[in-house]
């Protein structure tokens, strides 16, 4: 008989072998090999480090998300000047975006104004010639 590992000549009766030291009559499928053992490993080292990066990801979404949360709040309280200012000094740009809706209400408000300008005229307009006209009896 021939030990499996090293190929040394051993005895029938012998369940270690003597040069190596391997386990004569260990069954090959009761665990993983060596190549399977280090794929596990990998595997794992890989999980780990995905798990590591995702983790560090999140941590800074969470870090832009506070901070900026600070940055709107300081900015309606303290006012917009002084807080484009320190955006300045951050390189932070101060441009604002307009978007559709708030021109939409823009201009909605826009027209009311407009409705409301026009029946103060019209009101002004004839209370002026009610009384140009009570003057004008008067005098007839």
């Known amino acids: 008989m021939y ?17 190596c030291g391997a386990d004569l009559w260990a069954d090959e499928t009761s665990g993983p090999t060596e190549q399977e053992l280090l794929r596990m490993e990998a595997w794992v080292t890989k999980r780990k480090v995905q798990h590591r990066l995702l983790s560090l990801l999140g941590f800074l979404l ?6 900026g949360s600070i940055l709107f709040a300081a900015q309606k309280l303290v006012g917009s000047d002084k807080v484009s200012k320190i955006y300045k000094k951050l390189g932070i740009s101060t441009e604002e975006v ?3 809706e708030t021109v939409s209400v823009e201009n909605a408000a826009g027209a009311v104004l407009e409705d409301q300008q026009a029946e103060n005229t019209d009101v002004h307009e004839n209370e002026t010639s009610t009384a140009a006209a009570k003057q004008k009896a008067k005098k007839g």
Do not use: L, N, Y
Request: glycine content about 8%; proline content about 8%.
């Open 3 to 19: 030990c499996p590992e090293c190929g040394a000549k051993v005895r029938k009766d012998e369940d270690i072998c003597p040069e």
């Open 62 to 67: 969470g870090v832009m998300i506070f901070f």
């Open 98 to 100: 307009v978007s559709e």
